[in-house]
């Protein structure tokens, strides 16, 4: 990978929160409280995830282990609070599932990479594991921000009629 991209990526991996920001903040402003619990909920696990990174990295230095179990299993629990949230109408059901459509295969990846890295002691995973998780937060605080642009797409055709 370029430089150019490893700086970004890196950039982008610490500041998910401060991205969701502004959708938090709109959601809030806008009342719709369904779409805010979504990006609230999402923004407290990526808080979670910088917040145990370093000391989950310095327990598992060495092993290569634990990190991913943790990941995956964050992920999960993401994905099953959304879902139940969903269910029980505490916000938008399109909008778990879309969220859920995004992170499947983020602790699916984490689990090959561990089994990749530990039984078959090979790196296939590597290349795959840098470009995909990247593209997968993108993909989740993208879904944070789709109710913001049904409304603007709903404001665009109201404008026109």
């Keep these: ?36 619990r979504f990006a609230l909920v999402t923004a407290a696990f990526f808080l979670y995830g910088a ?6 990295m310095s327990i598992d230095e060495g092993v290569y282990v634990y990190r ?17 949230l969903g269910i029980k109408d505490k916000l938008y059901l399109w909008q778990s599932v879309l969220g859920q459509l995004v992170v499947i295969s983020a602790p699916i990846l ?5 089994v ?3 039984l078959w002691d090979l790196s296939y995973s590597t290349m795959l594991y840098k470009t995909l998780l990247p593209l997968i937060n993108i993909g ?4 944070c921000y789709l109710p913001l ?3 603007f797409m709903r404001k665009n055709r109201s404008l026109k009629s």
Excluded: C, G
């Excluded at 929160?17 to 959601?27: E, G, H, R, T, Y």
């Excluded at 991913?68 to 139940?84: R, T």
């Excluded at 984490?110 to 561990?114: A, E, T, W």
């Excluded at 989740?140 to 879904?143: C, F, I, Q, R």
């Design 140 to 143: 989740t605080v993208v879904v």
């Design 1 to 36: 990978m370029p430089p150019w991209f490893e700086t970004s990526m890196r950039v982008l991996e610490n500041s998910w929160v401060f991205i969701l920001s502004p959708a938090i903040f709109v959601f809030y402003l806008r009342k719709d409280y369904l779409a805010l």
């Design 149 to 151: 642009l049904y409304l």
């Design 116 to 118: 990749d890295r530990h």
């Design 110 to 114: 984490q689990l090959f990479r561990l």
């Design 51 to 56: 917040l145990i990174y370093d000391s989950l």
């Design 68 to 84: 991913y179990v943790v990941w995956a299993f964050n992920d999960i629990a993401w994905m099953a609070l959304i879902a139940y």
